[in-house]
């Protein structure tokens, strides 16, 4: 009940915050998956459903949507913190665009407010240089909640911008995550929360998430949420999801519009055509 509770509090704190969430969403965009890659995951596509139906998803979903009074005091504490000083820094960080793996000043700015609200940071988180990990200081053992933060800028055609949402994933999750640290102390709860900062998001091969994950740095984590947005508004049904289902990382060098995610390749097939 402890972790179902802590998974709730956490994933409607982000979902006030962001236009979709990356736990417990039925389907994902579009554009960031293809009928030949659906094809080619095949057997996991298999194996998700079938864990999806084991674990009765939207029995889950039922419970933890219902009615919470910590939960939704939790809510209105991310918002406050969103409202009053994180769009600041989101605003910020979308001014001062840095490209994957050079993120320093934004990944100071994040550093410095998670330590201002009792997180412990360490940068440096395997072995990427702007790579880091912030743990509560008043962590108290298990269920344990991680949430991913992104501040990678994509590379625009005359300067790095921000796409995909990346300034303002960062705010978001430790909004997040400050109400919750401060839900945890005040309640005297089990539980702990860690924010992971995941730099070039945008930057691959190899994914900086797989190589923090083949470092061990999430580790021990029962739960790791992240934000994203979208372009519309829309109500998903309880599920897994197949998001970025890329089997290989490579790289296009392509002429023609700037374009972003898999609407690069449809642009090119278009122009070829």
């Keep these: 009940m402890i972790l179902r509770d802590s998974i709730l509090i956490l994933t409607a704190s982000i979902l006030i915050l962001t236009a979709s969430i990356l736990i417990l969403t039925a389907r994902t965009l579009a554009a960031q998956e293809t009928p030949t890659e659906r094809e080619a995951a095949h057997d996991v596509l298999h194996k998700m459903s079938a864990l999806e139906k084991s674990l009765d998803i939207q029995a889950m979903v039922t419970s933890l949507t219902g009615p919470n009074p910590a939960r939704d005091q939790v809510v209105a504490r991310a918002k406050e913190l969103m409202d009053k000083e994180l769009m600041a820094m989101s605003d910020d ?124 740095v999430f580790d021990g984590t029962d739960v790791i949420v992240r934000s994203h947005s979208f372009g519309t508004t829309l109500r998903a049904a309880p599920g897994f999801g197949t998001c970025c289902m890329n089997i290989d990382g490579v790289k296009y060098t392509f002429s023609g519009a700037p374009a972003h995610q898999l609407t690069a390749w449809a642009a090119a097939t278009r122009w070829k055509r």
């Excluded at 990678?152 to 790095?160: K, S």
């Excluded at 430790?174 to 401060?182: D, H, L, N």
């Excluded at 929360?193 to 994950?213: D, Q, S």
């Design 93 to 216: 960080i979308t001014k001062n665009p840095e490209i994957g793996f050079v993120e320093r000043r934004s990944i100071q700015k994040l550093k410095a407010y998670l330590e201002q609200h009792g997180f412990d940071v360490k940068v440096g988180a395997g072995g990427l240089e702007t790579a880091f990990v912030a743990r509560y200081k008043g962590n108290n053992g298990p269920p344990n909640l991680g949430v991913i933060v992104e501040y990678d800028a994509l590379r625009g055609t005359t300067r790095p911008f921000h796409g995909d949402q990346h300034s303002a994933q960062g705010p978001v999750g430790i909004a997040a995550a400050v109400a919750i640290a401060e839900w945890l102390a005040r309640s005297k709860s089990a539980g702990s929360i860690t924010v992971f900062g995941t730099p070039g998001e945008e930057m691959m091969p190899p994914n900086a998430k797989t190589v923090m994950h083949k470092a061990h």
